[in-house]
Each structure stands twice: as C-alpha cells, then as structure tokens.
C-alpha cells in the first residue's frame, strides 16, 4: 500500500524552496508520495510539477483543486503539463469546495455542486485523454478549436475527487479514478464510503477505484496535548456538514476524534486500519503540528511501513 503525506510550508520565507526540502526529505525517509492542497495561495500543480521534477521517483498530486471558479480547459492544461513535468508521476485531485470560499472568494453562487462536478469531470477526462473537448452541458461549455494536448501527457492524468457523500461518490465512481475522503476515519469507511464509490464504479463498467485516504496524524508521546492542538487546528472543519456527517459515521463527535495521534505502535495500527477498511493509500497531513522532531518520526515510521 502506498504511504505518501501532505506537504504545507506556507509559514516559509520562500514557500516553494521550502517545499522542495520537505519533498526531499519525505523522499529519502522511504515515502512515495507528497500532496498539495489548494487555497488562495500557491498554484498545486505548478507546486507539484516543481517538486516532481526536483525529487525524482516521488509521486506528486493536488488535494484538491475545487471546480467552482475553475474551468475544464484551464485545469487540464495545468495538469497535462505537471503531468508531462513529472513524466507520469502527477495525480490530480478535484473537490466541490465549501459554499462559504466559493462565495466569499468568487461572488460565485454555490448552486448546483453535483451536477457541475459532473460536467466539470466529463469535460475534464476528454481533454485529458484525447487534447480535445466538444462538451455541451447545462452549466459548462467545453471546446476545443485548438489543441489542448500537452506533449509528454500522453498517457493522461489520474482524475480522484475528495468526495464523501452519497451524491458525490456516485458521481466519482462512474466519471472519476478514484477519491480523496478526508476526517474519514476506518469505520466509515468500511461502511460507508467504500461501498458506495465501489458499487457506482461496477454499475459504470470501471475499474475499483483508488481509495486515497487522507488522515491527520503525528507520532508522539504527547498524545494528550498533541490532540489538544489538533483539535483547535481542526475545529474549522466541524462547520461544515460534510466533514461533521463523516467525523459521526467514523464515530466520533468532533474532527480531532479521527485523528491518528500516538506512539509508533497506535500510528501503525491505525494504518492498518485503514488498510483494512479499504483504502488503497494512505496520505498522512498535520504532521508538523508537534514540531520537526515530531514530524521526521512520523515520516520514519510511515516510510518503514511502506518498505
């Protein structure tokens, strides 16, 4: 199972450099992946194509890019060329975004996220796979008079989506790689999540999908505190109703409760967990919450178990 982690230096003087050091240091500790979130801030996949570029052999991806105030031609053209960048080490990952950025940041009404998710992925995978696009649909419009191939792309870009939801599973599962679940713990899922992305998936004639499980955590001996400040860090999430339903299906009753937080033995149980409920990979993010120390015991650890 791939072991991979999510990588934020936007505290750094330099963001990108300090961002390459962490890939580099990820790299060397036995990890095959790094992912890159996407705010107001740093371009993911340009991130992602620099750092694929500097670390060789280390898989890269954006989690996620969200497709309000985004348009299909663009996202494929940043894609195929952090693909190209990478030489077929780059993962795309798509999100829906959250009603409160889209309209605040974008004045974009946040209407109809499900059916734009599936115009936005149905444009997408044609662009991707084929440089050209003539979609129609209800609330995009993707063509193509001239070539959006990106020489070197040719093989294409995995599409995932950090989707949780029943809609949006189903969505995932019939036009999407794969997804991207967050604050997901083990039992949802197993349960859940799962079982939803899979059955949508086969009724669509598609492969399994990947199941990208992203999961905050920390090896420490601090649990205690450490949980503390994970909770205040997490808290954000607990606004939303999407994170809040998957943090009660997981069992717990705020975001902190599905965290990983514990010495080297609970870290690699929880993997395992994981592992078992279904995910295919595991990408652990907060890493840093407890310090440098923290952080590189974590990713020793999580190297280890990718062996």
Known sequence: MTLGVALDASDADNQIDATVRLAQEARAAGLRSAWFGQTFGADSPQLAAIVGREVPGLHVGTSAIPVFGRHPL???????????????RYHLG???????????????PFERPIARLREFLTALRQLTETGTADFHGELLTATTPLPARVPGAEAGVPLLVAAMGPQALRASGELADGILPYLAGPRALEEHIVPAVTAAARAAGRSAPRIVALVYGVVTDDADAVREKAAE????????PSYARVVELSGGRRAADVAVIGDERTVAAEVRRYREAGAT??????????????????????GELAG
């Not at 663009?74 to 077929?88: I, M, R």
């Not at 990979?281 to 999580?302: D, Y």
């Open 281 to 302: 990979e595991v990408v652990f993010s907060g890493t840093g919450i407890a310090g440098a120390a923290a952080r590189r015991r974590t990713w020793a650890l999580l």
């Open 233 to 240: 860090q997490l808290a954000f999430y607990e606004q939303f």
């Open 74 to 88: 663009l996202v494929s053209s940043q894609a195929q060329t952090a693909q190209a960048a990478t030489h077929g």
């Open 94 to 108: 798509l999100a829906l975004g959250t009603r409160l950025l889209t309209e605040t940041g974008f004045g974009i």
